[in-house]
């Protein structure tokens, strides 16, 4: 199975700072790589996908970029509703993979 | 409205089944592959399983293979995993979920709330 290391496991940011999450995989999966944002009791929710499309309606303080097996998650301009835990998804190749996930906290 | 809605968790002993169900609306399901996910408490997210858009295909996480049946009814606009000899580390929310495009497998543009199943003796 393709493996996804995502980095830093935890960061502390402030309202209105820049971060970026990576994620890199044990192989190429192309573009085939999306990102997610999950709240407290919530299921996750599709930020990006093929790496660097942003989901209809999503806000544009997030991007991505990255293929072959290197990839980032950019949030500019933190707002409050963004601190929350971050996961990266490989859909390239069965079985489907996560990375371990990035917690966002308040600094 | 699109939605997934999901149901029959609760608890169960080890060594036995139980039955989930996805209740898809809104969109046209029998055309998109649909998965499940689960998430153990306080734990990151985990594949376990996906069904094609027309049954015919099936794919599954080692950690549940032969254990794990993934299945659809387009007519009925539903999708099931039967689990059976359940373990303890199978507990955690299940997700449904449904791809970004009929061209899969792609990334999941909805989810369902979840269903809690509890394998505990």
């Known amino acids: 199975a393709i493996q996804l290391a995502q980095s830093p496991s935890s960061l502390s940011a402030s309202v209105g700072d820049r971060v970026t999450i990576t994620c890199r995989a044990s192989?190429?999966?192309?573009?085939?790589l999306a990102w997610y944002q999950q709240k407290p009791g919530m299921p996750p929710n599709l930020l990006l996908y093929?790496?660097?499309f942003l989901k209809s309606g999503g806000p544009s303080r997030f991007s991505g970029s990255g293929s072959g097996t290197d990839f980032t998650l950019t949030i500019n301009r933190l707002q409050p509703e963004d601190f929350a835990l971050y996961y990266c998804?490989?859909?390239?190749?069965?079985?489907?993979?996560f990375g371990q996930g990035t917690r966002l906290d308040i600094k | 409205q699109v939605q997934l809605v999901e149901s029959g968790g609760g608890a169960a002993q080890p060594g036995t089944s139980l039955s989930l169900s996805c209740a898809a609306s809104?969109?046209?399901?029998?055309?998109?592959?649909i998965h499940w996910v689960r998430q153990a408490p306080g734990k990151g997210l985990e594949w376990v399983a996906a069904?094609?858009?027309?049954?015919?295909?099936?794919y599954y996480a080692d950690s549940v293979k032969g254990r794990f049946t993934i299945s659809r009814d387009n007519a009925e606009e539903k999708a099931s995993l039967q689990m059976s000899s359940l373990r303890t580390e199978d507990s955690g929310v299940y997700y449904c979920?449904?791809?970004?495009?009929?061209?899969?497998?792609?990334?999941?543009?909805?989810w369902g709330q979840g269903t809690m199943v509890n394998v505990s003796s």
């Open positions: 979920a449904k791809e970004v495009s009929s061209t899969s497998p792609d990334a999941f543009e909805m």
């Open positions: 809104g969109f046209k399901f029998s055309i998109f592959s």
């Open positions: 069904v094609s858009y027309d049954g015919r295909k099936t």
């Open positions: 192989q190429s999966i192309r573009s085939a």
């Open positions: 093929d790496a660097a």
């Open positions: 998804q490989q859909y390239h190749t069965y079985p489907i993979t």
